[in-house]
């Protein structure tokens, strides 16, 4: 994998229309680490604009507003770092039922 | 709390659910209204106020008995470079200690000492002041938040958008709300509005604000008609991350980085050089052009700011560092989080939008010149004046939250005693196809390019530093951005469409864009933190006055206003004590 490339497996999945989820590949440029968040935002702004998921609050990682599990794990989205080269499974928070792809109603 | 499905009817609907919105929800159930509390995205975790800092100013003369909260309406209005409407400014001193005592009973916890509130000094109070959030704005809020689910009269109503407000016979019967989980635009009859949606810092390149801080809020108040004051004072914060994108929008708090008694940091030019004067931090609008002297004469970083360094503190390097993981332990981890360690090479910060000062106009019942339309906290704009301390943001949105609960409250149960008449119809189909319209398109423009294009107009020409050609130049780009807003597309899908609602925000964007422009056009002079390069002096002979913007359907006027003067004679510009 090129060391300039950060590869996202994305949970997509809309409860009013799709029988189930499925996980969708994307290929983020990153010269630098990014977060999880910053992900999210790359593909939303770049790649597909349908991606449902919650963009910065705080700022400061205190808010949990982006709260979705990062491989696997419950985590601020925002305050994980994604190296270069290095791929990602972006998955929805288990905190509160599912919106759409990424955003849960939060509690 | 009961769950919502089909929302119809409310007497008073608070649209916002940060401090001000959370504390006007709150006032307006205690007077026995029932309400409705909308909000962008989750209560407590959206808007703008999770992330404001640990001060919120009271004259609770706990640490110091010698403040008043006569000492604190003088601040106010010395701080505000004396564009404060002085009834506003003497309520907020009067009330903020009883607001404080409020926030305690619903559960925001406050640091305390031997059992008194601790108060510290920040700059432009004369005594220390400034009550100790634990968790900030964030802290502030968990408290708001238990309230607002205890109390009944309550129904809260998340990952929601407003779109536009409707007017009968001239007063307020009800609102356009775009349900964002369901893709569903929802009418709302109320009595009774209170807008509480924050300040409009999005409108540039750079700020500290979540990106739906647009300003769509004020919006929904000019264009039925609500009277806009003071919208060319931005307030910067002087250090907020710059790169990488990583960091960008983190507060880095420079009264602890750069304070003598504290980190003792310094700030370093593109070039390895200092450029304040030796000793602490100036005053915060001293620093603000310090640092865009710098980035404009060419001795700027390469992502366009400039560095925070740490090792150069007098105290050196470990001492610096123990001192930020004391103080700023969020701040510290979230850095180093993304790969940025301030102990081990410099930050590359930059001022950024941080705060709005002006907004609606209200009265000290936050009544706007609207019937039945209020406003509270960062939306209303004659609070603060041209300037205001740390502290006092909070303080206005617990003040006039509870005033605007209590007001709305009050107008519904009086005034408007039988539900308004539902808008009328044709006005009602033509916001649906309005709003359905940007989903239904083949083919268009993404609401981000026209977000770019504005953000660049606006900190290319209404940022720091402003002139009457660059502002008429913004005026004719604004209006050519315009002509593009039919050609605006979302994605097509109807569940949590966030590009659905950039296109919403886009739109009134722009118009608010418009309205900053006209009022910075509109004050010849410079105060505070509005800069005009072509009229640099502060010029109390003529402009102790508001600058107010009104929308009238089919363009915007500008006049000016005195500012109310009550408790401090202002004799040719000087404050009276």
């Known amino acids: ?53 919650r963009d910065h609050n705080c700022y400061i990682g205190v808010c949990s507003c982006c709260l979705m599990r990062v491989n696997g794990k419950e985590a601020r989205a925002c305050s994980v770092s994604v190296r270069p080269g290095e791929s990602v499974c972006l998955e929805p928070s288990k905190a509160g039922p599912i919106v759409r792809d990424l955003v849960v109603v939060m509690r | 709390m009961p769950e919502i499905n089909q929302i119809r009817q409310t007497d008073v609907l608070v649209i916002g659910a940060g401090g001000a919105g959370a504390r006007a929800a709150i006032a307006a159930a205690e007077a026995g209204a029932q309400v409705i509390l909308t909000s962008k995205g989750p209560l407590a975790r959206s808007g703008i106020t999770p992330l404001a800092q640990w001060s919120l100013e009271a004259a609770m003369a706990h640490e110091n008995p010698a403040d008043s909260t006569r000492q604190h309406f003088l601040d106010i209005v010395r701080e505000g470079r004396n564009l404060c409407d002085q009834n506003l400014a003497e309520v907020m001193a009067a009330e903020a200690p009883q607001r404080v005592l409020d926030l305690e009973r619903y559960g925001t916890r406050f640091r305390k000492k031997d059992g008194k509130f601790l108060q510290l000094t920040t700059p432009g109070q004369t005594y220390p002041r400034s009550v100790f959030l634990e968790g900030g704005g964030y802290g502030m809020m968990l408290g708001l938040k238990k309230e607002v689910q205890r109390q009944n009269r309550i129904k809260l109503w998340e990952d929601v958008c407003v779109t536009r ?50 300003g769509d809020g004020l919006w929904l108040a000019a264009e039925i008609g609500a009277e806009m004051v003071d919208m060319e004072m931005l307030l910067y914060y002087p250090l907020v991350g710059n790169w990488p994108l990583s960091i960008r929008g983190t507060i880095v708090p420079y009264e602890i980085v750069l304070e003598p008694t504290q980190c003792y940091g310094k700030l370093v030019n593109g070039l390895g050089e200092e450029f304040l004067p030796p000793g602490g931090p100036p005053a915060r609008d001293v620093i603000i052009a310090a640092i865009f002297r710098e980035i404009r004469e060419g001795r700027g970083t390469p992502h366009g700011g400039i560095y925070l360094d740490l090792a150069r503190s007098p105290k050196g390097i470990e001492e610096a560092g123990h001192i930020m993981s004391a103080m700023l332990p969020s701040v510290l981890q979230y850095l180093r989080n993304a790969g940025v360690n301030p102990l081990g090479a410099p930050v ?40 205001r301390s740390s502290g006092n943001a909070l303080c206005e949105t617990q003040v006039f939250g509870a005033r605007a609960g209590e007001a709305a409250a009050c107008y519904a149960g009086e005034t408007a005693a039988d539900m308004p008449e539902v808008a009328g119809e044709a006005a ?113 002979c003529n402009w102790l006055k508001h600058t107010v913007i009104t929308w009238d359907g089919w363009e915007f006027t500008a006049k000016t206003v005195p500012v109310i003067v009550t408790g401090i004679p202002l004799n040719g510009g000087e404050v009276a004590e």
């Open chain 1, 1 to 53: 994998m090129s060391a300039s490339l950060i590869t996202a497996r994305v949970f997509r999945f809309n409860p009013e229309v799709d029988s189930a989820g499925r996980y969708e590949e994307y290929r983020v440029p990153a010269d630098s680490p990014m977060s999880a968040l910053e992900i999210a935002r790359y593909i939303y702004r770049n790649i597909d604009a349908s991606l449902a998921f």
């Open chain 2, 165 to 214: 407000l409707f007017l009968r016979e001239g007063r307020v019967t009800g609102a356009s709300v775009l349900d964002l989980r369901k893709g569903e635009l929802i009418y709302v009859q109320a009595k009774s509005i209170i807008l509480a949606t924050g300040g409009n810092e999005e409108l540039w390149p750079v700020s500290d604000c979540p990106p739906e801080s647009v």
């Open chain 2, 348 to 387: 590359e910060v930059a001022p950024a939008a941080h705060y709005t000062l002006g907004g609606v106009r209200i009265d000290e019942r936050c009544r706007t010149s609207v019937p039945g339309l209020f406003a509270a906290g960062e939306t209303a704009g004659n609070v603060q004046g041209a300037n």
């Open chain 2, 428 to 540: 009602w189909e033509a916001e649906k196809e309005r709003v359905y319209a940007y989903i239904n398109k083949k083919e268009g423009i993404r609401p981000q390019e026209i977000k770019q294009q504005v953000k660049s107009i606006m900190g290319q020409a209404v940022g720091f530093g402003r002139t009457k050609q660059g502002l008429e130049d913004a005026l004719q780009k604004l209006a050519e951005l315009t002509g593009q807003m039919d050609r605006l597309k979302a994605a097509s899908v109807l569940a949590y469409n966030r590009e659905w609602l950039e296109a919403v925000e886009v739109e009134a964007m722009v118009k608010v864009a418009k309205i900053v422009t006209l009022a910075a056009l509109t004050r010849e002079e410079s105060r505070g933190h509005h800069y005009r390069l072509d009229f640099p002096e502060r010029d109390d």
